[in-house]
């Protein structure tokens, strides 16, 4: 994201939980973690607060990389980071660095995250950041990442949506700045493409009111609507949100990653 695009004042955020389940977390990722930070630390992304040493992690776009370099220091050497990617030109950057860096717990696949190249029940943690959003069929995704995240593992996305209605137009400008913008919807039904596909205990645990530079700002609202906008204390304007869900124990025939018509009732 560009330096151009700002996030004010934190909104919401779920204090000493990384998943916003509870005190501990989510299902089997509920012991063993502590989220408390000395005072003065900075604290980590919440994608990176659910990790645990030995997990098996993917992200769906990995980029460059940089995120499952990240997330292969806090797994260790007894876990494993698998990146999906279609673009070659970025996969080639992120390999780079593996051989550069000589990281052994971390790979990068080519592929379309509509059909993640990997067995269903792999992983552990499913995380995406920034990606969700420019996917023309995001049901389809949503369903891949429930395919791939094995039963009691956990879902994390990072994204734009909406509370209250954004002219489309604005979007559009602010998805010059980051592309994901421009995909964002309502936060109901952002949500709903997790809750639809299976993954239960959806929380969302973060949230911070995104400020576009006052140009884009003032070409689409009013004057009265651009202060709304950058207040904390409106629901009007864009927010970055992560949003984290759990896969549960056993699967539904409507949730069953194996059943195509699970959506077409």
Known sequence: MEEKIKTVEQK???ENSACGCGSGGCGSHSHGHSHHHAHGEMEMPVRFQILR????????GSGTGNDCLAAAQVVGPTGKVIG???SEKNLNISREYVDKLR???VEFRQGDIQN????KEYADIVFANCVFNLQQNKQKVADEMYRVTDHHGLVCISDFVTIQPVPEALKKDGGELAGCIAGAENIEDFIEYFRKTGFVNLEVVE???VHLPDDIFKKHLTEEQ?????????DEGIFSITLVGEKPETCSAETCCCNPDKHKN
Request: hydrophobic share 35%; no cysteine.
């Open 207 to 209: 949230m911070n009111k």
């Open 226 to 234: 651009v202060e709304n906008y950058k207040s904390i204390n409106s």
């Open 84 to 86: 999906i990617e279609i």
């Open 53 to 60: 040493k030995g997990d098996r992690v993917v992200e769906f």
């Open 12 to 14: 919401t955020q779920v």
């Open 116 to 119: 993640a190249p990997l067995p």
């Open 103 to 105: 990281i052994s717990n």
